[in-house]
C-alpha cells in the first residue's frame, strides 16, 4: 500500500520506518528539513522488540522511504498520515507545578499542515490523523479544512516514547474514528493493518468518541498511578504495611479490580462498605498528612450524584411536573439501601418526599401518586422491574437515564445520560 507520513518526528519517523519494514510504499514530509532524512534524530528509540536499539531496521528501511514534497505526498498516497505536533503551553506539561486548570492543546501546526495538504489534493484521498486532539477538535477545527471527496479520519496511536515500533506493531486495538458516515476508505486502513499488527481489533467509532478514548485511557494510567503512588505514600506512614504487598493483592484482583467491571457509567457506588471506607480512608490520609485522592473519590462521586439531581431540578422547572425517584435500593437485585446514591441524590433533592417521592420494588416503597400522572423520573437503581415500569410511564413524563437501559417510549422524554453527547 503506498502511504504518506507527514511529520517526521519522535512518532512519525519511527511509524514509517515500521511501516517500510513490512513492506509498503512510504513517503514522507516534514517542515523542518533536518527531519527529512532517514535517521532517527537524538531520541533513543528502540526496534521491533522494544530493547535492542532501532539503528538496524533504520538501515534495512534505508532507501525504502521517499522523502518529497507536500504535493506528490498527497498525490500519491492512498493514506496520508498527520502526526504532527500538538503542543501544550508548557506550564501544563507536569515537568512543573500545574499553573490554574490547564488548557487544550495548540492545533496551530496540525490545522497548517491539513491545510497544505488539502491545498495538494486533486482527487479522492483519504487523511488520517494521528496527532492527539482534545474530543471536538476533528470536526469543529479539522474538518473544515478538508475539501469534499477526502476522507477524514482519527487513528489515536497508544505508542509510549522509545518503543515506537514495538507498540505499533502490537497494539491492543487499532482505534478509527469517522464523521457522520462510515467512509470506504477505512478499508484500506484496515488492509493496512492487516500486515503490521493483524491481531489487534479495529474499534471504530465518531470522531468524538474515539478522541475521548484516546484521552480516557491516557489518564486512567494516571489515575492508577497516582492510587499506587498514594497507598505507597500512606504507607510510609503506617507501621508495618508494606506498599508492594498491598499492590500485590490488588494486582491479584482480576475478577473485581484488574478487570472490565466498574467501567460502565451509571450511578456511584453504594452498600455498607463503599462510601463509608471511602470517607474513612480519606479521614486517615487527612490524619497521616499524604496526598488524598480516596477524598476526591467520594468527593466526585457526590458530585455526579449532584449532577443528576441538577438534571431533575431543571427539568422539573421546564416542565413544571413533580419528581421521583425509581429504584432506591444501592444496587440492581437487592433490597439494601446503605449508601444508596440514589438516596443521596433524595437526600439532596431536599430529603422529603413533598419534594421527590419514591418507588423501588425490593425495599415495598410506593410511594402515593408515583404513577398517577407524568413526573421528572431518575432512574435510581437499575432493577429489571424499574427498567420494564420506566418503558410505560404516563405520556408528558421525563425520564432521567444514568443507566442507558430505557428504550424510546412514545409521548415520554428519555435522556440516557452519556450517549452521544446529548448534553441533558
Ligand atoms: N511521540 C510519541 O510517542 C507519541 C505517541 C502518541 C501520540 N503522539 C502524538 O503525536 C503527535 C506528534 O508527536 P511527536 O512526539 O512525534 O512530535 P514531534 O514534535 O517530535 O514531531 C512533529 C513533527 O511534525 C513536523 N511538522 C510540524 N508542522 C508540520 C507541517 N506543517 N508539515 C509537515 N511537518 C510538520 C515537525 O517539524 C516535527 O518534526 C502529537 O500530537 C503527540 O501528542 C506522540
Known amino acids: 500500500m503506498k502511504v504518506g507520513i507527514v511529520g517526521l518526528g519522535k512518532l512519525g519517523f519511527p511509524v514509517a520506518v515500521a511501516m517500510a519494514l513490512r513492506g509498503h510504499e512510504v513517503r514522507g514530509y516534514d517542515i523542518d528539513p533536518d527531519r527529512m532524512k532517514h535517521e532517527v534524530g537524538p531520541w533513543r528509540e528502540a526496534g521491533p522488540d522494544g530493547v535492542d536499539p532501532i539503528d538496524a531496521v533504520v538501515e534495512e528501511t534505508r532507501g525504502k522511504i521517499r522523502f518529497c514534497d507536500m504535493r506528490e505526498l498527497v498525490r500519491e498516497s492512498d493514506l496520508v498520515f498527520f502526526a504532527v505536533q500538538t503542543p501544550s503551553d508548557p506550564r501544563w506539561d507536569g515537568a512543573r507545578p500545574i499553573d490554574g486548570i490547564g488548557a487544550d492543546f495548540s492545533y496551530a501546526w496540525l490545522e497548517q499542515s491539513v491545510k497544505t495538504a488539502a491545498e495538494c489534493v486533486d482527487g479522492p484521498a483519504t487523511f488520517v490523523v494521528i496527532s492527539t ?80 478514548a484516546k484521552m480516557a485511557y491516557n489518564t486512567f494510567i494516571g489515575l492508577k498511578i497516582i492510587f499506587a503512588n498514594n497507598v505507597m505514600e500512606m ?63 467520594i468527593r466526585v462521586r457526590e458530585e455526579q450524584a449532584f449532577a443528576l439531581v441538577v438534571r431533575m431540578l431543571s427539568a422539573s422547572e421546564r416542565t413544571g411536573l413533580p419528581m421521583a425517584i425509581l429504584g432506591t435500593a444501592f444496587k440492581a437485585g437487592t433490597n439494601i439501601e446503605f449508601g444508596s446514591c440514589a438516596l443521596l441524590c433524595w437526600e439532596l433533592l431536599g430529603g422529603q418526599d413533598k419534594w421527590a417521592k419514591r418507588w423501588d420494588p425490593y425495599m415495598g416503597r410506593n ?3 408515583v404513577f398517577d400522572g407524568p413526573h421528572v423520573y431518575l432512574i435510581g437503581c437499575n432493577h429489571a422491574e424499574v427498567i420494564e415500569k420506566a418503558q410505560e410511564l404516563p405520556v408528558g413524563s421525563v425520564v432521567i437515564d444514568p443507566w442507558r437501559q430505557v428504550g424510546e417510549c412514545r409521548g415520554v422524554e428519555v435522556h440516557r445520560i452519556g450517549e452521544a453527547g446529548r448534553g441533558s
Open 133 to 212: 486532539v482534545l474530543p471536538g477538535t476533528m470536526r469543529n477545527r479539522i474538518a473544515p479544512l478538508v475539501p469534499d471527496g477526502v476522507s477524514l479520519l482519527y487513528n489515536p496511536y497508544f505508542i509510549a516514547m522509545g518503543t515506537v515500533i514495538r507498540d505499533f506493531l502490537h497494539p491492543e486495538f487499532q482505534l478509527v474514528g469517522y464523521g457522520d458516515e462510515l467512509p470506504p476508505a477505512t478499508l484500506d486502513l484496515r488492509s493496512l493493518y492487516s500486515t503490521t499488527s493483524p491481531s489487534a481489533p479495529v474499534i471504530y467509532g465518531s470522531w468524538e468518541t474515539i478522541e475521548t
Open 235 to 297: 504507607c510510609d506512614k503506617i507501621p508495618h504495611a508494606d506498599c508492594d504487598a498491598v499492590s500485590r493483592i490488588l494486582e491479584s484482583a482480576t475478577d473485581r479490580l484488574i478487570s472490565p467491571k466498574y467501567l460502565r457509567g451509571g450511578m456511584g457506588d453504594g452498600g455498607a462498605c463503599h462510601p463509608r471506607d471511602q470517607a474513612a480512608l480519606s479521614w486517615l490520609a487527612g490524619n497521616l498528612g499524604v496526598p488524598n485522592v480516596f477524598r476526591d473519590v
Open 367 to 369: 410511594d402515593e401518586g
